[in-house]
C-alpha cells in the first residue's frame, strides 16, 4: 500500500445496500468466506462505505467519479456497486464501461477500480432457498417460505432465485407485517452462506477481493 493510504473505498446507491455491503464485510472471519486476505475495512459511512442517498442508482451512474474524486489521496482502490433496473438504464455492460471509463479519466488506476452492476438488483444476492432467509424476513408461518412462493408464482419451481427478487421481498414483508429497512439487509448479508450466493455481480465483488486481497498462499 502506497504511503498511508486506505485499502479500498465502496461507493453504493443507497442505505440497504451499504447494509449488505455492513453485512458481509464485518461479519465473523468474513475474508475466510470471502476467500480472501483481511483488509482493514471501516463500515461507517463516510469512511470506506460510501452513499449517494441523494442519487441512488441513477446518481451513481452519472457522478461515480465525482463523488469518489476526493478519496484518490485516501484510498487505494474504489468498488462501486449499484443495480442494473432502473428508468433510463443502459443496461449491465454499458454502467460498467461507462462508469469505469469515467474513474479512469478522472484519475485512478485503471486495475484499482471495479464496477458491480447487480441485474437485476441487490436483492438477487440475498434470495436463497435457506431458513436462515424466512428468519430475517421475519417468516414463521406454514406452509415453509419457498413452498409458498412457489405457490404465489413469485419463485418457480426449478429456479435458482425468484425473477423479481425485490419485489418478492416486499410480499413477503407485506405478509409479515415488517418495514422493508436496511437493518434486514444487513442482517440477511451477515448471516446467509456466502457459497450459496450464485449471482453473477456477487462472484464479480468475491473474484474483485481475491485479486485484490489474495489470501495467503493464493496464486
Not at 99 to 112: C, M, P
Request: with cysteine; glycine share 6%; net charge negative.
Amino acid at each position: 500500500m502506497t504511503g498511508n493510504k486506505r485499502p479500498c473505498v465502496i461507493l453504493v446507491a443507497d442505505s440497504n445496500m451499504a447494509a449488505a455491503f455492513r453485512g458481509y464485510l464485518t461479519r465473523d472471519q468474513w475474508h475466510r468466506s470471502l476467500g480472501c486476505a483481511a483488509f482493514d475495512f471501516n463500515p461507517d459511512v463516510g469512511r470506506d462505505l460510501l452513499v449517494d442517498e441523494a442519487g441512488n442508482d441513477p446518481g451513481v451512474y452519472s457522478r461515480a467519479h465525482e463523488l469518489l474524486r476526493p478519496y484518490l489521496n485516501t484510498h487505494e482502490r474504489a468498488l462501486v456497486a449499484l443495480d442494473c433496473e432502473w428508468e433510463g438504464s443502459p443496461g449491465k455492460q454499458a454502467i460498467i464501461n461507462d462508469i469505469t471509463a469515467r474513474l479512469v479519466k478522472s484519475g485512478w488506476e485503471t486495475k484499482a477500480v471495479k464496477v458491480i452492476a447487480i441485474e437485476p438488483e441487490l436483492e438477487n444476492w440475498l434470495w436463497q432457498d435457506n431458513p436462515l432467509v424466512a428468519q430475517a424476513l421475519r417468516y414463521r408461518s406454514e406452509p415453509r417460505l419457498r413452498t409458498l412462493l412457489a405457490q404465489q408464482g413469485l419463485w418457480p419451481e426449478g429456479e435458482p432465485k425468484p425473477p423479481r427478487p425485490k419485489e418478492t421481498a416486499e410480499w413477503v414483508l407485506r405478509q409479515t407485517r415488517q418495514p422493508r429497512s436496511s437493518a434486514i439487509y444487513e442482517e440477511l448479508a451477515g448471516r446467509v452462506s456466502i457459497k450459496g450466493c450464485t449471482d453473477a455481480a456477487f462472484m464479480e465483488l468475491h473474484a474483485t477481493l481475491q485479486g485484490w486481497f489474495p489470501a495467503e498462499g493464493a496464486a
